[in-house]
């Protein structure tokens, strides 16, 4: 098992430019999310999956875009990069487990900068 | 809305000193209650959880009981190593909120030798 993985590792972009932000599990959960961690904050929810077809917003949606027409992948989207969104990102994976909890599952992240 | 606040780092300690993050929590719901561990350059990894009142979550020699009364969920390690220098962050999930994750800032450790 891979686990949660993202590509790319690092990436820099100019403002006004546009990326996607890949990220795959391989564990068959049906949750997936996806983070922003700014230097020395907490993670902020930016978009989260119950499943294939369906996707919500979380607490810091704008300037963000997400699909999931499968199981394994949901990509992130910056659409017009602004330096705001300089941060790591994480995509993460969960299921429920014993007690009723959903553990998340982290990939190692995606640092972005944007000049 | 749900909440998790934790002491500000950074804690700096001596190898073989006691640990102690403290970690206080406000839900609308019944939260399990969580401590992730993030190591330099890495992902969040999940270190311990505690899913109803009184339950004690325990790792890698860390501990955490899940105090409903105070609203709280320490973290405590008895004798700390270099290796333990990580971003500690406590968290909840609800399923009032839909079983998403709220975090708190995230605590500093830093072990010396």
């Known amino acids: 098992n891979a686990g949660v993985t993202q590509t790319p590792k690092f990436r820099i972009l100019k403002i006004g430019q546009s990326m996607t932000l890949q990220c795959t599990q391989d564990?068959?959960?049906?949750?997936m999310y996806w983070y922003r961690q700014d230097p020395g904050m907490g993670l902020k929810l930016i978009y989260y999956s119950v499943g294939a077809g369906i996707t919500d917003k979380g607490e810091v949606p704008n300037g963000y875009n997400v699909s999931r027409s499968t199981t394994e992948d949901f990509p992130l989207r910056l659409e017009l990069a602004a330096p705001s969104q300089t941060s790591v990102y994480f995509c993460a994976s969960s299921y429920l487990a014993g007690g009723g909890s959903y553990e998340q599952y982290f990939g190692p992240g995606t640092r972005l900068t944007v000049t | 809305g749900n909440s998790v606040t934790q002491m500000e780092g950074p804690v700096t300690l001596s190898e073989e000193a006691f640990l102690t993050i403290n970690c206080t929590y406000t839900a609308t719901g019944y939260p399990s209650l969580f401590w992730y561990v993030q190591y330099p350059g890495e992902g969040l990894q999940l270190l311990l959880k505690?899913?109803?009142?009184?339950d004690k979550g325990s790792n890698k020699g860390f501990e955490a009981t899940y105090r409903k009364e105070t609203t709280s969920f320490h973290l405590e390690k008895g004798s700390v190593q270099v290796s333990d220098s990580a971003v500690y962050f406590c968290a909840l999930s609800d399923q009032a909120a839909g079983n998403k994750l709220t975090f708190g800032g995230g605590t500093r450790v830093l072990v010396k030798p």
């Open positions: 505690a899913t109803k009142a009184d």
């Open positions: 564990m068959n959960h049906n949750y």
